[in-house]
């Protein structure tokens, strides 16, 4: 399984940084997650393009984590790419219906299937797939991703199971910790250094500390979802998660691709 990051910044835009968006690939299976400004322009320099994306799946409805799905659509219409899933929680389809009253042109111009998601398991686009309420401020779901043929190891000294969790928008919690017990990759938010008071947001002591103190091993923890507030920051926040918890964590940047397999 690989992962790119196509986006992780946050809805302060610092022109380095595209908003959120990843995108995992098992042989020919291709499911984007998330898709917020300047995701498509992430896709179109992937090899498969947006034509190859076969799934999206949203954590939740925020601007910045859905801003480019109608420009997806209208790039994957215009080059003929018309039939696409879209998953995500609850009152996605209804999300959905709102945007296309908007854009009535686009209306019946995909073949689109909508699928509203829950806590629990379930399969899409050929990854099996968990999913786990979070902390934000609007309801929001975490993700484990496993391609179906995919049997754990490690590449690239990643190590775990072969799973990909992605945390969403979330507060830093044991429980979210606990659901990726065993991963060999957790993609987690952490929008801002310790110096800025916010909630529904992880500074890097509270995520550190909720790391070190979980009954929990993860291959590679990745700082996603950041802020401008973090520019030239980064060292400093390692040093503060390092200082409670030893794992491997590391910033996560455009462009970036992982291996897992």
């Known amino acids: 399984m690989r992962l790119t990051f196509l986006g992780t910044g946050s809805a302060m835009p610092t022109g380095e940084r595209f908003q959120t968006g990843l995108l995992l690939e098992s042989g020919d299976d291709t499911l984007l997650v998330d898709c917020g400004s300047g995701v498509l322009h992430g896709l179109a320099r992937t090899s498969g393009g947006y034509e190859a994306v076969d799934a999206?799946?949203?954590t939740h409805h925020h601007l910045d984590h859905v801003s480019d799905l109608f420009p997806l659509f209208k790039a994957r219409w215009l080059a003929g790419a018309t039939e696409l899933t879209v998953a995500g929680p609850t009152s996605t389809e209804a999300l959905l219906d709102g945007l296309f009253d908007v854009h009535e042109y686009m209306q019946d111009r995909l073949d689109l299937t909508i699928r509203e998601v829950d806590e629990g398991a379930f399969s899409l686009a050929g990854f099996d797939i968990a999913a786990t309420e979070v902390r934000h401020s609007m309801r929001c779901l975490a993700y484990r991703f496993a391609a179906e043929d995919d049997h754990g190891g490690d590449t690239a000294g990643v190590t775990g199971d072969g799973s990909i969790v992605f945390s969403g928008d979330t507060e830093s919690f044991p429980e979210l910790v606990e659901f990726a017990d065993g991963a060999a990759i957790l993609v987690h938010d952490c929008s801002f250094p310790d110096d800025v008071d916010v909630s529904n947001h992880p500074t890097p002591s509270s995520l550190g500390r909720v790391l070190g103190e979980a009954d929990s091993?993860?291959?590679?923890v990745y700082l996603t979802h950041l802020y401008p507030h973090t520019d030239?920051?980064?060292e400093g926040m390692l040093d503060s998660i390092g200082g409670v918890y030893d794992g491997d964590?590391?910033?996560?940047?455009d462009g970036m691709t992982v291996d897992v397999s």
């Open 232 to 234: 030239g920051r980064h």
């Open 249 to 253: 964590v590391r910033f996560a940047c």
């Open 56 to 58: 999206v799946l949203l």
């Open 217 to 220: 091993e993860v291959g590679r």
